[in-house]
Nanobody, 125 residues
Framework: QVQLTESGGGLVQAGGSLKLSCAISGNPWSSYAMGWFRQAPGKEREGVSCINMAGTTKHTDSVKGRFTISRDNAKSTVYLQMNSLKAEDTAAYYC???????????????????WGRGTWVTVSS
């Protein structure tokens, strides 16, 4: 079982940048595909970015070209670099382990997915 702790959220102006980190403990996380999800007030949780063990990434359409997911296995950390932030990016962001990076973000998580507690990102317009 893995434990996930997100950090790096905060308040930023539209057009700005933030970098989220997910510290991971437990084994064998390096064999897991990892993902970032978000949930805005009144909306369902959605997949944002996904990275598999080989480093192949996928992103939901609304963040393509703006967000980058990466992993550092030596540091047991997954990152989400968010650039050109928009007001609609405001949400609680969750790190997830043991996902499947299929084409559709709706299919990334399963009942075997482990979740962090989330970190808030607020983008002011």
């Amino acid at each position: 079982q893995v434990q996930l702790t997100e950090s790096g959220g905060g308040l930023v102006q539209a057009g700005g940048s933030l970098k989220l980190s997910c510290a991971i403990s437990g084994n064998p996380w390096s064999s897991y595909a990892m993902g970032w999800f978000r949930q805005a007030p009144g909306k369902e949780r959605e997949g944002v970015s996904c990275i598999n063990m080989a480093g192949t990434t996928k992103h939901t359409d609304s963040v393509k070209g703006r967000f980058t997911i990466s992993r550092d296995n030596a540091k047991s950390t997954v990152y989400l670099q968010m650039n050109s932030l928009k007001a609609e990016d405001t949400a609680a962001y969750y790190c997830a382990a043991n996902v499947e990076c299929f084409d559709s973000p709706d299919t990334w998580s399963s009942r075997d997915t482990s979740w962090g507690r989330g970190t808030w990102v607020t983008v002011s317009s």
